[in-house]
């Protein structure tokens, strides 16, 4: 008699033990959906919204220049001044920077000095970061 009691408390506790674990297995599982759902609606916007902010070659004016990782302040901002424009300031990146030329073909120079991409500085809007909506269109002003 004592040992079917033993036997039926360790299958008890066996059966505690498992739904347990299955619980803690359905937590995780519920966790990683929702961090896939999160990354799904947000990535998905703020990914339309940076191609949407990127420059054509010859585009001018203040821009958010990317440069490669491992890139040297000194280096990057030699690629500027090459470029023939200006340094404005740094962002909360260290190789993201806004930079000015009013010179026509300002990003195709700033790519050619190895600027990974250069986008619309209605990027840094916080509803673009966000991805709560594409950066509104930068305003054209003809050449003369």
């Known amino acids: 008699m004592k040992t079917v009691q033993a036997a039926a408390s360790l299958v008890t506790r066996v059966n505690v033990a498992r739904a347990s674990r299955n619980r803690r297995v359905s937590n995780a599982k519920l966790a990683l959906v929702w961090v896939l759902l999160l990354l799904v609606t947000w990535v998905t916007p703020v990914g339309v919204g940076l191609r949407k902010a990127v420059l054509a070659d010859g585009e001018t004016g203040t821009v958010v ?3 490669p990782a491992g890139s040297t302040t000194s280096k990057n901002f030699e690629r500027i001044v090459e470029a023939q424009g200006a340094f404005v300031r740094h962002t909360w990146l260290d190789q ?5 030329s009013y010179d026509p073909g ?14 619309d500085t ?3 809007d916080p509803a ?8 509104p269109r930068r305003q054209v002003i003809p050449s003369d």
Do not use: E, T, Y
Not at 106 to 119: E, N, W, Y
Not at 128 to 135: F, I, M, T, V
């Open 65 to 67: 220049v990317l440069f």
């Open 96 to 100: 993201a920077w806004i930079a000015s």
């Open 106 to 119: 300002f990003v195709g120079r700033l790519k050619d000095q190895g600027a990974l991409a250069v986008f």
């Open 122 to 124: 209605a990027l840094l």
């Open 128 to 135: 673009s970061l966000l991805g709560c909506g594409p950066p």
